[in-house]
């Protein structure tokens, strides 16, 4: 790294306006201490999709997975209640549930036997009897803030968090409640890149949809996409067309349709695609500084039949070769970031307005989770303050006007 952490940290410039803007430097996406930062302040105090409410049915039944490093369980209780802890055992912190998902009448450790009730109380302790101001009341399973957009089931590890609804609110005016739309597979990737290129290339306002995706290309009106930015949200959506023969891909045509596709993205790392009668949610988890995976879950909403199977085949197939696209640009991203060459990039004013918010977002929060806005060099006063963002709702599309002139190349 160039300089160190907070060095790097303070050259991205929060405040600069778009066309002014340059892009967080390559270091963000390289370094391990980016990297350990991110994990603590972003993905530690952020609302994370966990699991799905149709895997957490019946009381007893549980979901374990891993965030980011940070291992949490969610259980539905006797009496109905989702309920979310970390999942580690007070004794001698191991993983108290292993299984991915299942059922549990207890929760018992398998290293000393610890068994906790289904909601984290600890039932037993074996052999602890005379250990001094030892209290089984005290030493619970550690809960979890937990809430839910539909289906989709969210935990967020911070102290008091925002609530989910007020976060997502932006989303859920413009996406609804997600009603009627069932589960058909989720896939995983594992990619050579920093989390972080994921979500640009998520973001980038359909820039790079023309030269990456044909099939997709052949059903989105292009000059009509739009990207709006909303909170710790955004939302890009563009009209849908029939293809024409000049598409020489039309093989998203059957199942991206509608009028409108609409996609939709959450602070850090949650993205949701929405077609007429499809659906998938991606959430892109960094397992290290150039390696990420990407969950991507299917959903459709026909009525179950024949139909609905191949259309929810298809639409799954149709994704995953998006998907495949993508994998190749980001990998080459990190390559490149990688490269002694690469600093800083610019921003399109007409496209890229959602991944400068997205680096405004990351940069506040890691600048006031790190005392960098409170540092040494910061004018007296500026102590505890948060970076202020200049615009909370933004937008950019066609109807926009554009500046007639290009950026200057920095
Ligand atoms: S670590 Fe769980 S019982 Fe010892
Ligand atoms: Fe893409």
């Given at each position: 790294m160039p300089g160190t952490f907070h060095e790097e940290l303070k050259r991205f410039d929060v405040s600069l306006p778009l066309a002014r803007a340059r892009t967080i430097p390559s270091s963000w996406y390289c370094d391990p201490e980016f990297d350990a930062a991110e994990r603590r302040s972003v993905f530690g105090e952020t609302w994370q999709l966990a699991a799905r409410s149709d895997q957490l049915e019946a009381p007893g039944s549980f979901v374990a997975t891993s965030i980011a490093g940070e291992s949490v369980l969610i259980v539905r209780d006797e009496g109905g209640l989702l309920r979310a802890f970390f999942n580690v055992c007070r004794h001698r912190a191991a993983c108290v549930v292993t299984e991915p998902e299942g059922t549990a009448r207890r929760l018992r450790c398998r290293y000393h036997g610890w068994t906790y009730d289904?909601?984290?109380?600890?039932?037993g302790a074996p052999e602890?009897?005379?250990?001094?101001?030892?209290r089984r009341d005290d030493n619970g399973l550690v809960p979890v803030a937990i809430d839910r957009w539909g289906q989709l089931v969210f935990v967020n590890?911070?102290?008091?968090?925002?609530a989910l609804s007020e976060v997502l609110a932006p989303l859920r005016e413009k996406?609804?409640?997600?009603?009627g739309l069932r589960f058909v597979e989720q896939r995983s990737y594992e990619l050579a890149c920093n989390w972080k290129v994921f979500v640009d290339n998520y973001l980038d306002g359909g820039y790079h949809v023309n030269s990456v995706h044909p099939s997709l290309a052949s059903v989105l009106q292009y000059a009509q996409y739009r990207t709006e930015c909303m909170g710790l949200t955004s939302l890009q959506s563009s009209p849908l067309r029939a293809p024409t023969p000049k598409h020489a891909d039309r093989s998203a045509s059957s199942v991206r349709v509608g009028e409108t596709a609409l996609y939709g993205w959450a602070f850090p790392n949650f993205m949701v695609n929405l077609y007429s009668g499809a659906m998938d949610t991606n959430v892109v988890l960094p397992l290290g500084p150039d390696r990420c995976r990407v969950d991507i879950a299917f959903y459709i909403s026909r009525p179950a039949g024949p139909d609905a199977g191949a259309f929810a085949a298809e639409s799954v197939e149709v994704g995953h070769r998006i998907q495949l696209e993508d994998v190749g640009v980001c990998e080459d991203v990190q390559r490149g970031l990688a490269s002694k060459s690469y600093d800083t990039g610019r921003y399109?004013?007409?496209?890229?307005v959602a991944v400068h918010h997205f680096h405004q977002l990351l940069a506040a929060r890691l600048r006031d989770t790190n005392q960098v806005a409170a540092g040494?060099?910061?004018?007296?006063?500026?102590?505890?303050?948060k970076t202020p963002l200049p615009n909370s709702r933004r937008g950019r599309g066609a109807a926009n006007p554009q500046p007639s002139r290009a950026p200057r190349k920095g």
């Open positions: 289904l909601a984290g109380r600890l039932l602890f009897e005379g250990v001094a101001d030892f590890f911070g102290h008091r968090p925002r996406m609804g409640t997600l009603a399109s004013v007409r496209r890229e040494a060099d910061a004018p007296s006063g500026t102590a505890g303050k």
